[in-house]
């Protein structure tokens, strides 16, 4: 069974910096690409950063700063999304997502095998 469990969300001010987890079980995180996405109510699932399966090129979404860092251990099977200076629109559920690892190419064009089940972040003003 393969699972994607997200960690780190929770209540923050803004301002703040928080990192949230993904760890991967029953699939070889390598052979996968892995994304972020997040999703606000009544609104559809945004992607926010991907990056390839070897860590070497990421891509963040084109309405997103530098406060957003994705990265990768695939030795430990986790894929992290760092998010510098919080603020409130960045209050959403995240989840962690793995495509193929020839399936993706970059940008926000990241067709997912398997979805985590998401964690809240929710950002204070």
């Known amino acids: 069974q393969v699972l994607l469990v997200e960690s780190g969300g929770g209540l923050k001010q803004t301002g703040d910096s928080l990192r949230l987890s993904c760890a991967a079980s029953?699939?070889?995180?390598?052979?996968?690409?892995a994304g972020w996405f997040r999703q606000t109510p009544g609104k559809e699932r945004d992607f926010v950063a991907g990056?390839?399966?070897?860590?070497?090129?990421?891509w963040k979404a084109g309405s997103l700063t530098g406060r957003f860092t994705i990265s990768r251990d695939n030795a430990a099977n986790t894929v992290s999304l760092q998010i510098n200076n919080l603020k409130p629109e960045d209050t959403a559920v995240y989840f962690c997502?793995?495509?193929?690892?020839?399936?993706?190419?970059?940008?926000?064009?990241?067709?997912?095998?398997?979805w985590g089940q998401g964690t809240q972040v929710t950002v204070s003003s």
């Open positions: 997502a793995a495509a193929p690892r020839n399936s993706y190419y970059g940008g926000p064009f990241f067709t997912a095998d398997y």
């Open positions: 029953g699939l070889t995180l390598s052979n996968y690409a």
């Open positions: 990056i390839d399966w070897s860590g070497g090129s990421t």
